[in-house]
Protein backbone atom coordinates (compact mmCIF):
# COMPACT_ATOMS: atom_id res chain seq x y z
CA UNK A 1 0.00 0.00 0.00
CA UNK A 2 1.34 3.78 -0.19
CA UNK A 3 1.02 5.30 2.74
CA UNK A 4 1.49 9.10 3.94
CA UNK A 5 2.62 9.61 7.38
CA UNK A 6 2.20 13.14 8.69
CA UNK A 7 4.62 14.49 11.52
CA UNK A 8 6.73 11.88 10.63
CA UNK A 9 9.95 13.51 12.62
CA UNK A 10 7.89 12.78 16.07
CA UNK A 11 8.59 9.79 18.28
CA UNK A 12 5.48 7.77 16.93
CA UNK A 13 5.72 8.65 13.47
CA UNK A 14 9.69 7.66 13.04
CA UNK A 15 8.58 4.41 14.79
CA UNK A 16 5.98 3.43 12.09
CA UNK A 17 7.80 4.93 9.09
CA UNK A 18 10.32 2.40 10.55
CA UNK A 19 7.83 -0.49 11.05
CA UNK A 20 5.72 -0.08 7.45
CA UNK A 21 8.55 0.66 5.05
CA UNK A 22 9.35 -2.39 5.28
CA UNK A 23 5.98 -3.97 3.38
CA UNK A 24 4.76 -0.82 1.92
CA UNK A 25 5.41 2.15 0.38
CA UNK A 26 5.95 5.13 2.63
CA UNK A 27 5.15 8.45 2.07
CA UNK A 28 7.24 10.94 4.93
CA UNK A 29 5.94 13.97 5.27
CA UNK A 30 7.99 15.73 8.04
CA UNK A 31 7.55 19.56 9.22
CA UNK A 32 8.59 21.93 8.07
CA UNK A 33 8.37 20.50 4.60
CA UNK A 34 4.65 19.53 5.33
CA UNK A 35 2.86 21.96 7.54
CA UNK A 36 -0.46 20.35 8.06
CA UNK A 37 -2.22 24.18 8.93
CA UNK A 38 -0.74 25.07 5.42
CA UNK A 39 -4.33 24.52 3.20
CA UNK A 40 -2.20 24.05 0.61
CA UNK A 41 -0.89 21.03 1.56
CA UNK A 42 -4.29 19.71 1.14
CA UNK A 43 -4.23 19.50 -2.62
CA UNK A 44 -0.70 17.90 -2.41
CA UNK A 45 -1.44 15.71 0.05
CA UNK A 46 -4.14 14.45 -2.16
CA UNK A 47 -2.07 14.69 -5.74
CA UNK A 48 0.54 12.28 -3.87
CA UNK A 49 -2.56 9.92 -3.62
CA UNK A 50 -2.10 7.72 -1.52
CA UNK A 51 -4.26 4.91 0.08
CA UNK A 52 -3.79 5.82 3.78
CA UNK A 53 -2.62 8.63 5.55
CA UNK A 54 -1.58 8.09 8.95
CA UNK A 55 -1.83 11.66 11.02
CA UNK A 56 1.20 11.86 13.53
CA UNK A 57 1.26 15.76 13.14
CA UNK A 58 0.05 17.20 16.40
CA UNK A 59 0.91 20.12 18.88
CA UNK A 60 1.90 17.51 21.62
CA UNK A 61 2.86 20.00 24.50
CA UNK A 62 0.13 19.51 26.93
CA UNK A 63 1.12 22.33 29.56
CA UNK A 64 2.26 25.02 26.17
CA UNK A 65 -1.72 24.17 24.83
CA UNK A 66 -2.87 25.34 27.92
CA UNK A 67 -0.78 28.67 28.05
CA UNK A 68 -1.70 28.95 24.07
CA UNK A 69 -5.20 26.96 23.05
CA UNK A 70 -5.92 28.93 19.63
CA UNK A 71 -2.07 27.31 18.87
CA UNK A 72 -3.43 23.61 19.55
CA UNK A 73 -6.62 23.73 18.02
CA UNK A 74 -4.67 25.04 14.44
CA UNK A 75 -2.82 22.11 14.07
CA UNK A 76 -4.46 19.52 15.91
CA UNK A 77 -8.65 20.53 14.66
CA UNK A 78 -7.80 22.41 11.47
CA UNK A 79 -4.65 20.79 10.40
CA UNK A 80 -6.95 17.32 11.40
CA UNK A 81 -9.37 19.10 9.06
CA UNK A 82 -7.19 19.67 6.41
CA UNK A 83 -5.65 16.47 6.34
CA UNK A 84 -9.33 15.24 6.33
CA UNK A 85 -10.50 17.11 3.17
CA UNK A 86 -7.04 15.99 1.52
CA UNK A 87 -7.94 12.58 2.42
CA UNK A 88 -11.59 12.96 1.14
CA UNK A 89 -10.33 14.45 -1.98
CA UNK A 90 -8.40 11.58 -3.25
CA UNK A 91 -10.71 8.58 -1.36
CA UNK A 92 -7.69 7.51 0.94
CA UNK A 93 -8.58 6.24 4.58
CA UNK A 94 -7.14 8.20 7.70
CA UNK A 95 -5.52 7.73 10.67
CA UNK A 96 -6.17 9.65 13.48
CA UNK A 97 -3.95 9.77 16.54
CA UNK A 98 -6.03 10.77 19.53
CA UNK A 99 -5.81 11.00 23.10
CA UNK A 100 -6.96 9.77 26.45
CA UNK A 101 -7.30 13.77 27.23
CA UNK A 102 -10.20 13.76 25.56
CA UNK A 103 -11.44 12.24 28.57
CA UNK A 104 -12.41 13.61 31.92
CA UNK A 105 -10.93 11.34 34.03
CA UNK A 106 -13.80 10.35 36.67
CA UNK A 107 -14.73 7.57 35.64
CA UNK A 108 -13.16 4.99 38.03
CA UNK A 109 -12.20 2.13 35.78
CA UNK A 110 -10.55 2.56 32.34
CA UNK A 111 -12.04 4.26 29.25
CA UNK A 112 -14.11 1.96 26.68
CA UNK A 113 -14.28 3.32 23.05
CA UNK A 114 -17.81 4.26 23.88
CA UNK A 115 -17.69 6.21 27.03
CA UNK A 116 -18.51 9.86 26.28
CA UNK A 117 -15.81 11.97 25.74
CA UNK A 118 -15.28 15.49 28.22
CA UNK A 119 -11.94 17.00 28.05
CA UNK A 120 -10.87 19.13 30.67
CA UNK A 121 -8.13 20.96 29.10
CA UNK A 122 -6.91 22.87 25.32
CA UNK A 123 -4.94 19.69 24.56
CA UNK A 124 -7.70 17.11 24.81
CA UNK A 125 -10.76 19.91 23.69
CA UNK A 126 -8.28 20.47 20.50
CA UNK A 127 -7.62 16.55 20.09
CA UNK A 128 -11.22 15.85 19.99
CA UNK A 129 -12.30 18.33 17.05
CA UNK A 130 -9.73 16.93 15.26
CA UNK A 131 -11.40 13.63 16.12
CA UNK A 132 -15.29 15.52 15.04
CA UNK A 133 -13.39 17.01 11.79
CA UNK A 134 -12.44 13.46 10.92
CA UNK A 135 -15.44 11.61 11.69
CA UNK A 136 -17.57 14.42 9.81
CA UNK A 137 -15.78 14.81 6.76
CA UNK A 138 -14.81 10.98 6.27
CA UNK A 139 -16.56 7.60 5.83
CA UNK A 140 -13.28 5.66 5.76
CA UNK A 141 -11.16 6.09 9.30
CA UNK A 142 -9.60 4.86 12.15
CA UNK A 143 -9.68 7.19 15.09
CA UNK A 144 -7.12 6.17 17.39
CA UNK A 145 -6.59 6.94 21.17
CA UNK A 146 -3.54 5.94 23.03
CA UNK A 147 -1.59 7.29 25.92
CA UNK A 148 1.60 8.12 27.69
CA UNK A 149 3.70 6.95 24.72
CA UNK A 150 7.19 6.61 25.43
CA UNK A 151 10.48 5.05 23.14
CA UNK A 152 14.00 5.55 22.58
CA UNK A 153 15.37 9.00 22.33
CA UNK A 154 11.74 10.32 22.92
CA UNK A 155 12.60 12.36 26.16
CA UNK A 156 9.35 10.86 27.54
CA UNK A 157 8.66 10.48 31.38
CA UNK A 158 10.78 7.57 31.05
CA UNK A 159 13.52 9.49 30.17
CA UNK A 160 12.63 12.10 32.45
CA UNK A 161 12.56 9.90 35.53
CA UNK A 162 16.11 8.80 34.98
CA UNK A 163 17.26 12.59 34.38
CA UNK A 164 15.86 13.09 37.42
CA UNK A 165 17.68 10.31 39.19
CA UNK A 166 20.34 11.41 38.20
CA UNK A 167 20.80 14.59 39.72
CA UNK A 168 18.53 14.53 42.53
CA UNK A 169 18.02 11.99 45.70
CA UNK A 170 14.53 11.94 46.49
CA UNK A 171 12.08 11.72 43.74
CA UNK A 172 8.56 13.68 44.45
CA UNK A 173 6.16 11.61 41.78
CA UNK A 174 2.28 12.38 41.12
CA UNK A 175 0.24 9.28 42.53
CA UNK A 176 -3.39 10.32 41.64
CA UNK A 177 -2.60 10.44 38.06
CA UNK A 178 -3.23 6.98 36.46
CA UNK A 179 -2.68 6.39 32.96
CA UNK A 180 -1.96 3.35 30.32
CA UNK A 181 1.95 3.72 29.62
CA UNK A 182 2.26 2.86 25.99
CA UNK A 183 5.74 1.35 23.95
CA UNK A 184 6.03 3.53 21.02
CA UNK A 185 6.88 0.18 18.74
CA UNK A 186 4.03 -1.43 20.39
CA UNK A 187 1.66 1.08 18.98
CA UNK A 188 3.13 1.37 15.50
CA UNK A 189 3.34 -2.74 15.28
CA UNK A 190 -0.42 -2.39 16.17
CA UNK A 191 -1.71 0.72 13.75
CA UNK A 192 0.40 -1.48 10.88
CA UNK A 193 -2.18 -4.38 11.46
CA UNK A 194 -4.81 -1.97 11.94
CA UNK A 195 -4.50 -0.14 8.42
CA UNK A 196 -5.03 -3.51 6.78
CA UNK A 197 -8.24 -4.56 8.23
CA UNK A 198 -10.50 -1.30 6.46
CA UNK A 199 -12.56 -2.17 9.83
CA UNK A 200 -13.24 1.63 10.44
CA UNK A 201 -13.80 2.98 13.85
CA UNK A 202 -12.85 4.09 16.77
CA UNK A 203 -10.17 2.31 18.74
CA UNK A 204 -7.97 2.44 22.22
CA UNK A 205 -4.83 0.89 21.37
CA UNK A 206 -2.30 1.12 24.65
CA UNK A 207 -0.16 -1.23 26.30
CA UNK A 208 -2.59 -3.47 28.78
CA UNK A 209 -2.89 -2.20 31.95
CA UNK A 210 -2.49 0.73 33.79
CA UNK A 211 -0.59 2.90 36.47
CA UNK A 212 0.09 6.01 38.67
CA UNK A 213 2.69 8.41 37.38
CA UNK A 214 4.23 7.19 41.03
CA UNK A 215 4.03 3.20 39.89
CA UNK A 216 5.53 3.87 36.68
CA UNK A 217 8.26 5.91 38.49
CA UNK A 218 8.81 2.97 40.68
CA UNK A 219 8.77 0.75 38.23
CA UNK A 220 11.31 2.28 35.70
CA UNK A 221 13.78 2.84 38.44
CA UNK A 222 13.84 -0.90 39.19
CA UNK A 223 14.12 -2.30 35.71
CA UNK A 224 16.64 1.05 35.89
CA UNK A 225 18.33 -0.60 38.50
CA UNK A 226 18.53 2.89 39.96
CA UNK A 227 17.25 2.78 43.75
CA UNK A 228 16.13 5.66 44.90
CA UNK A 229 13.20 7.01 47.22
CA UNK A 230 10.75 8.11 45.46
CA UNK A 231 7.44 10.25 47.06
CA UNK A 232 4.17 9.70 46.10
CA UNK A 233 2.92 13.85 45.80
CA UNK A 234 -0.56 14.77 44.87
CA UNK A 235 -1.67 16.58 40.97
CA UNK A 236 -2.30 19.83 43.33
CA UNK A 237 1.23 19.66 44.98
CA UNK A 238 2.65 19.10 41.24
CA UNK A 239 2.24 22.83 39.56
CA UNK A 240 1.59 22.77 35.84
CA UNK A 241 0.26 24.76 32.96
CA UNK A 242 -2.59 21.81 31.81
CA UNK A 243 -5.12 19.32 34.43
CA UNK A 244 -4.48 16.38 33.81
CA UNK A 245 -7.60 13.89 33.51
CA UNK A 246 -7.02 12.07 36.79
CA UNK A 247 -7.70 8.87 35.37
CA UNK A 248 -6.91 9.05 31.92
CA UNK A 249 -6.59 4.70 31.22
CA UNK A 250 -7.76 3.47 28.65
CA UNK A 251 -9.23 -0.11 27.55
CA UNK A 252 -8.39 -1.80 24.08
CA UNK A 253 -11.65 -3.56 23.86
CA UNK A 254 -12.49 -2.95 20.26
CA UNK A 255 -9.26 -4.15 18.52
CA UNK A 256 -8.54 -6.65 21.16
CA UNK A 257 -12.73 -8.22 20.56
CA UNK A 258 -13.12 -7.72 17.07
CA UNK A 259 -9.94 -7.55 15.54
CA UNK A 260 -7.41 -9.72 18.06
CA UNK A 261 -4.79 -6.73 17.73
CA UNK A 262 -3.65 -6.65 21.68
CA UNK A 263 -0.78 -5.27 23.06
CA UNK A 264 1.19 -6.73 25.65
CA UNK A 265 1.00 -5.65 29.55
CA UNK A 266 2.89 -1.79 29.75
CA UNK A 267 5.55 -3.77 32.40
CA UNK A 268 6.05 -6.04 29.73
CA UNK A 269 6.64 -3.49 27.48
CA UNK A 270 9.08 -1.75 29.83
CA UNK A 271 11.05 -4.24 30.01
CA UNK A 272 11.54 -4.27 26.38
CA UNK A 273 12.20 -0.36 26.62
CA UNK A 274 15.25 -1.33 28.72
CA UNK A 275 16.34 -4.42 27.18
CA UNK A 276 16.19 -2.80 23.42
N1 LIG B 1 3.15 11.66 23.38
C1 LIG B 1 2.11 11.13 24.03
O1 LIG B 1 2.22 10.75 25.20
C2 LIG B 1 0.79 10.97 23.34
C3 LIG B 1 -0.28 10.44 24.05
C4 LIG B 1 -1.51 10.27 23.41
C5 LIG B 1 -1.64 10.63 22.08
N2 LIG B 1 -0.58 11.16 21.41
C6 LIG B 1 -0.77 11.53 20.01
O2 LIG B 1 0.10 10.71 19.24
C7 LIG B 1 0.52 11.41 18.08
C8 LIG B 1 2.02 11.32 17.94
O3 LIG B 1 2.61 11.90 19.08
P1 LIG B 1 4.18 11.86 19.36
O4 LIG B 1 4.36 11.39 20.73
O5 LIG B 1 4.89 11.16 18.23
O6 LIG B 1 4.51 13.41 19.33
P2 LIG B 1 5.78 14.20 18.85
O7 LIG B 1 7.01 13.39 19.05
O8 LIG B 1 5.67 15.55 19.50
O9 LIG B 1 5.55 14.34 17.29
C9 LIG B 1 4.63 15.22 16.74
C10 LIG B 1 5.15 15.64 15.39
O10 LIG B 1 4.20 16.54 14.81
C11 LIG B 1 4.93 17.60 14.24
N3 LIG B 1 4.10 18.79 14.08
C12 LIG B 1 3.74 19.70 15.02
N4 LIG B 1 3.00 20.66 14.45
C13 LIG B 1 2.90 20.36 13.14
C14 LIG B 1 2.30 20.97 12.03
N5 LIG B 1 1.63 22.14 12.14
N6 LIG B 1 2.40 20.38 10.82
C15 LIG B 1 3.07 19.23 10.67
N7 LIG B 1 3.70 18.60 11.68
C16 LIG B 1 3.60 19.17 12.90
C17 LIG B 1 6.09 17.83 15.17
O11 LIG B 1 7.08 18.57 14.52
P3 LIG B 1 8.03 19.60 15.34
O12 LIG B 1 9.04 18.72 15.99
O13 LIG B 1 8.57 20.47 14.27
O14 LIG B 1 7.15 20.31 16.33
C18 LIG B 1 6.49 16.39 15.47
O15 LIG B 1 7.37 15.90 14.48
C19 LIG B 1 -0.04 12.82 18.22
O16 LIG B 1 -1.21 12.93 17.46
C20 LIG B 1 -0.37 12.94 19.68
O17 LIG B 1 -1.44 13.84 19.90
C21 LIG B 1 0.62 11.33 22.00
Not at 12 to 36: K, S
Not at 210 to 236: F, G, H, N
Request: net charge negative; proline share 7%; with cysteine.
Amino acid sequence: MKIAITGSDGQLGRALTRVLETQHQVIALPRPEFDITDRANIARLAELAPEVVIQCAAMTDVDGAARDPVAAFRVNAFGAQNVALACQRCDAALVYISTNEVFDGNKPTPYLEFDAPNPVNAYGKSKLAGEWYVQHLLEKFYVVRTAWLYGKGGGKFPDKILELAARQPVLDVVRDEIGSPTYVPDLADALAQLVLTEQYGVYHLVNAGSCSRYEWAVEILRMADMPRPVKPITRAEYSRASTPPPNGALENFAAATVLNIQLRSWQAALAAYFRE
